[in-house]
């Protein structure tokens, strides 16, 4: 855990210069725009410690498997969104010593996220080796509304000395991934051209041939002028430079304006990639560095308005959730069906920046609430068009007649995952892909995205649970074995609660769904039956059997559903009662140890309490989570949120909070000591989860909003917004008071606190409690 993060509600900000914690740094003030992302890395030449991010938007390398132990059906390749070309250098020398903030020595240094405005800026004054003292001032945006520019404003200031300095714009595409399988370069040279004060340069992935164009374009002021000095050139493979001289006197400044577009194969032709890249620099070069930052910061004015959460009475706090928001907003725009949500967005390269169950599971739900609905049903065809993957993916495992299972890990839709115990075992995923087309629904009311799209997901996907189960004659019920659930800490166990469940609720739902088709879209449905070759009478009476004789562990004495077999047998001594130095025991404890321990990563069978929570008593939920949360060790960034928003149904409002601490400031606090290696940007949606569900108690029970609401002690007020049904509501919680605010014409029917309302348009609705 660090604190070196000051405290502000709308910026991230360090202050002095830590170069051991430059990569913790460099995670923290990223920057993105959902099609590209880049580490907070310096413009200028660094030899220290760091960790080079640039990272384009669905532009990956296949990077061929590593595995002590091969197992059939393992996939070859892991995908990974690789570190792409360099776009933000800018070398300098001073009187011809080249600024490093490694060897210079840095008097001060102040680097700064500025939320609102998606803005990075640092300020540094540093003293090079020739005893010339020079203050830099930095800014930089990648677009939000041209997502293809990014933007530098980099200004030096002479401050002791009179002399020289040279500026050296450059675009390097010799990058590396540090996680690479096998040391191996990932990007070869496509073509390069450079003149004056321009640069491109085209680089293709090995294997899969993407292109990506970076072109760059910069000017030189000087007290406002530019500087017409000749500018020279540089190039080698995959590298292109401009260089420019300018004369400065003891307090004069220069200022750099850089520009670049980054532009790739999966939007052009590759033969016109250049010409295009070219196009793009040209407007924002006629649009100037100011015209851009204006379109950009209000685009983010605009996601703002829909998407934040204020809280007064605690800046600490306000801080942590709006830069979660920030990243959850970096990370994905919704524009096209073929992104998706990588565990670390784009803000460092471990889990690759593909796609986990985390998008369905963690992050859907916020950009339900408060992006346009069109984003979160990307999410969704993201895995319909994944669809036959799926059905191949069952396929090599042994399953057929259109079964689905979905990756655990992907791009492409196919399998990258492998890890033979969470590869073919932690298949509760296909539930949580099943559950976000209902909760997509649920909440949007858009079921006609049922017809037939996210029938046939489910289709697949039930498919895939009836035969996955089997019947056990000695239990005279359906048994699920050898699975693993959300707690990784337990592996190839028989019938884990969660995903019993969560398969027999999807076996539900998809009858419910062939129900509702039949009546709605008989044509269309006649077709998909035909399409599928779905049996549906002898497919779905083998469905009601499972839902109806399906086994799951349970303890009749605490009354409880157990995690799985024999969970009883373990020694049950709680989290409370180990040593500190026993944690974080995925660190301090063998494999072997932590397997027979009770020990929870994550929420597990709680998942399900938290998902349907509508079908358990207040009582069951309690008791659950009375039994499960003290062996709870919450070594995954995503177990928090769950627990926090269950506590908060129960009426443990400490625990809420105390649950919500631990997830809010995760990153800006380093609290698991990894932030280094990227943010947790799905956790972050578990975040946000735990404010709207948790503290506002936000559910949308039947296609109605209801809302259990609560205010931490601590705090004055805490206000959200989220769009609903075409509505969108400011919704306030005081000690006192809890109101919505509807900002749109739209009526919408709540229910607060048990209570049925109405709040008409442009209407604010107070309550009492
Ligand atoms: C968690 C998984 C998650 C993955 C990526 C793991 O530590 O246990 O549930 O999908 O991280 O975030």
Known sequence: MKNYVIHHEWKIIEEGFKPELNRISESLFSIGNGKMGQRANFEEKYSGDTMNGTYVAGIYYPDKTRVGWWKNGYPEYFAKIINSTNWIGIGIKINGEELDLATAKVLSFTRELDMQHGLLSRR??????????????????????????????????????????EVSPFLDGDVVNEDSNYDEKFWVEVSRAVG????????????????????????????????????????????????????????????????????????????????????????????GYDALFESHKNRWLGKWKTSDIKIEGDVAAQQGIRFNIF???????????????????????????????????????????????????????????????AIENAEKLGFKNGAALYPMVTINGEECHNEWEITFEEIHRNGAIAYAIYD???????????????????????????????????????????????????????????????????????????????????????????????????????????????YY??????????????????????????????????????????????????????????LFQENFTSEE??????????????????????????AARIGYQKKSYEMYLRTARLDLDDYNNDTEDGLHITSMGGTWMSFVMGFGGMRVVNGRLTFNPFIPESWKSYAFRIDFGGAHLEVTKTASIFSILNHSEIEVPVTIWGEEYRIKGNEIKEFKK
Not at 199 to 212: A, H, I, N, P, R
Not at 344 to 357: A, H, M, N, R
Not at 370 to 383: D, E, G
Request: with cysteine; aromatic share 12%; glycine share 6%.
């Open 124 to 165: 540094f004054v540093a003293e090079l080796k020739n005893g010339n003292q020079i203050e830099v001032c930095s800014h930089r945006f990648v677009s939000v509304a041209a997502t293809e520019i990014g933007a530098i404003r980099y200004t030096v200031k002479a401050l002791n000395f009179s002399g020289e300095i």
């Open 196 to 287: 004056g004060a321009e640069g491109y340069l085209t680089v293709e992935t090995l294997k899969t041939e993407f292109q990506v164009c970076t072109g760059m374009w910069f000017q030189l002021l000087k007290n406002g002028e530019k500087v017409d000095s000749k500018i020279s050139n540089r190039d080698k493979e995959k590298y292109v430079e401009a260089l420019q001289k300018v004369k400065v006197s003891e307090g004069g400044e220069i200022v750099v304006e850089k520009l670049s577009a980054t532009v790739s194969s999966l939007y052009y032709e590759k033969e016109n990639l250049v010409e295009r890249t070219k196009e793009a620099i040209d407007l924002a070069v006629d649009a």
């Open 327 to 389: 990243q959850l907003n970096q990370t994905y725009s919704g524009e096209d069906e073929r992104l998706n949500i990588g565990p670390k967005g784009f803000t460092g390269e471990k889990y690759g920046g593909v796609t986990y169950w985390d998008t369905e599971a963690y992050c859907l739900p916020f950009y339900l609430s408060t992006a346009p609905q069109k984003v979160s049903k990307n999410l969704l065809v993201y895995r319909h068009k994944h669809l036959q993957k």
């Open 440 to 550: 997509y629904i649920n909440y949007t009311g858009d079921k006609e995205y049922l017809a037939p799209t996210g029938f046939e997901v489910l289709l697949g996907i039930s498919r895939f649970w009836s035969q996955r189960v089997n019947w056990s004659a000695e239990k005279q019920r359906y048994v699920m074995l050898g699975v693993t659930g959300p707690n990784e800490y337990e592996n190839n166990v028989n019938n884990n609660f969660h995903t019993s469940y969560i398969a027999v609720w999807t076996l539900k739902y998809t009858l419910e769904v062939i129900d509702y088709l039949k009546k709605e879209f008989p044509f269309l449905f006649e077709e998909m039956v035909k399409k599928w070759k779905f049996n549906e009478l002898t497919e779905t009476e083998q469905w009601k059997d499972i839902i109806e004789k399906m």
């Open 553 to 610: 562990p349970r303890d009749e004495k605490r009354g409880i559903y157990l995690q799985q077999d024999g969970f009883l047998d373990k020694d049950l001594t709680p989290v409370a009662e180990l040593s500190e130095e026993d944690l974080p025991i995925n660190q301090k404890w063998s494999w072997d140890r932590i397997l027979r321990s009770p020990y929870i990563k994550q929420a597990d069978t709680l998942q399900s309490l938290y």
């Open 621 to 646: 939920l309690k008791s659950h989570f009375d039994f499960y949360e003290p062996l709870t060790v919450h070594e995954s960034s995503l177990s928090p949120c769950i627990h926090s928003i269950l």
